[in-house]
């Protein structure tokens, strides 16, 4: 699998939010505010870059030597959680714009699955560490780019006159699967 | 103030039925529900860890420090996420890799930690049971509804659970000549079917 690929397949074909379903929670609860939407997407295109590289090392030099597979969906949890309060701190001290920027967008991020699951779809393909970091790389802009599309159409939807039980939730559900499928036109390009 | 075990149970059926009611959990909703048989048992997955974490927290809820808490609720979560993936592999292996990333993933399904956070971390043992019970028997039932719904359509299948020799449910529901309506079945049907049964939930809570 070359570069191009993985990259291609990241952002479109195989799009952690609208074609794996992982991070649908915050991709419908941030998306209502373009503000918001962008906030959540830095947020988790820092981390998740971040986490795919950590999680990889630990995975490769640390539980696999020691037979402790078994154990990784643990062993992520916690570095994932440690990593968010991690950068949380840093980022207070040494860049409190980005912070102020990012605010209650990073602490939710620990229970965000697209982070988390991107990891665990790494180490379960075996890529090496150069397209570990690409795939990451590659997942966090495919999520940044759904969901900053999704909050610009429903910003538009709110000016809309939806029937009353469509409205909200039910209606951004309907919208994703449209974006979805623009997406699933994609396909044919791998 | 003080309800009882039976209203803790029924209100995750109907009233706080997951994910309608709470939109929350929704990455396993849409993942894995191509099948009714997928849905079943991912919610059968998510309901083992829901009550035996509630248990778990309910019990440790003095003794856990208010600070670390949601970090204590996440290792006890993991761990039961663990036994459950231990506990697939050994005796539903088809299942299991059906299912694949989703397993791992309940450790970040915002009901589980909902729950613990919401109700288990303040209350007794016995009514954090009935809690995980009824949220879990409910996001299960609406798991298989959608399941259902997409696989009928989809597939033109019904399938309730396979067994190494035999499938239990029905084959070509609607005959040979129908031409299963493929889009049902991939990504962006499940979008769109969740936010109509929403609708269809929306319209029957308003009367």
Known sequence: MGYMEIIIGGIFVNNILLAQFLGNCPFLGTSKKMETAVGMAMAVVFVLVLAGVITWLIYAFFLEPYKLVYMRTIAFILVIASLVQFVEMFLKKSIPALYAGLGIFLPLITTNCAVFGACILNVDKELNFMKTLVQSMAYAVGFGLALILFAGVRERIILARVPKPLQDTSIGLVTAGILSLTFYAFKGMI | ?207
């Open chain 2, 1 to 207: 103030m003080a309800k009882t075990l039976t209203q803790e149970f029924t209100k995750g059926l109907w009233e706080e039925i997951a994910p309608f009611r709470l939109v929350l959990g929704l990455c396993p909703v849409l993942g894995v529900t191509t099948t009714m048989e997928n849905g079943i048992g991912m919610g059968l997955a998510t309901t083992f860890v829901l009550v035996f974490s509630n248990i778990l927290v309910a019990s440790l809820r003095n003794v856990i420090p208010a600070k670390v808490r949601i970090a204590c609720f996440i290792i006890i979560i993991a761990t039961f996420v663990v036994v459950t993936e231990l506990l697939m592999q050994a005796f539903a292996y088809p299942l299991f890799l059906k299912l694949g990333v989703f397993i791992p993933l309940i450790v970040v399904n915002c009901i589980v930690l909902g729950r613990a956070e919401a109700f288990a971390s303040k209350n007794d043992i016995a009514l954090s049971i009935a809690d995980g019970l009824g949220i879990g028997i409910g996001f299960t039932l609406s798991l298989a509804a959608l399941g259902a719904l997409r696989e009928l359509f989809g597939a033109n299948n019904l399938t309730v659970w396979t067994t190494p020799t035999s499938v239990i449910g029905v084959q070509e529901v609607f005959g040979t000549s129908f031409e299963p309506f493929s889009f049902m079945v991939q990504a962006p049907g499940a979008f769109v079917c969740l936010g109509l049964m929403l609708c269809v939930m929306n319209l029957m809570g308003s009367k």
